[in-house]
């Protein structure tokens, strides 16, 4: 069983930063496929970025330039550094793991707002 844990959500301003992270544990954890999900109210949930055990990232159009995806594998934890935020960005931010079974674990998520 594999336990995510998200923190650095917050309220910050438009043009502002934040830096997620997301620590794992548990028997079932190895580094692998990692990713962060945003859902806002009404809404499904979206991909944001992602990283492979090997460090290749991907990430969604919108958030392209803006958003980086980092981790520390020593600390299984991901990052993501979130820099020049807008108004849409504000949702709950997943972090999601799947494992080598292809079974798929969700954090609790964490609210970030931005205001104007």
């Known amino acids: 069983q594999v336990q995510l844990v998200e923190s650095g959500g917050g309220l910050v301003q438009a043009g502002g930063s934040l830096r997620l992270s997301c620590a794992a544990s548990?028997?079932?954890?190895?580094?692998?496929?990692m990713a962060w999900y945003r859902q806002a109210p009404g809404t499904q949930r979206q991909f944001v970025a992602a990283?492979?055990?090997?460090?290749?990232?991907n990430y969604a159009d919108s958030v392209k330039g803006r958003f980086t995806i980092s981790r520390d594998k020593d600390k299984n934890t991901v990052y993501l550094q979130m820099t020049n935020l807008k108004l849409d960005d504000t949702s709950v931010y997943y972090c999601e793991y799947t494992d080598v079974f292809g079974s798929v674990y969700w954090g609790q998520g964490t609210q970030v707002t931005v205001s104007s």
């Open positions: 548990g028997r079932g954890f190895v580094v692998g496929l």
């Open positions: 990283i492979t055990g090997g460090g290749i990232t």
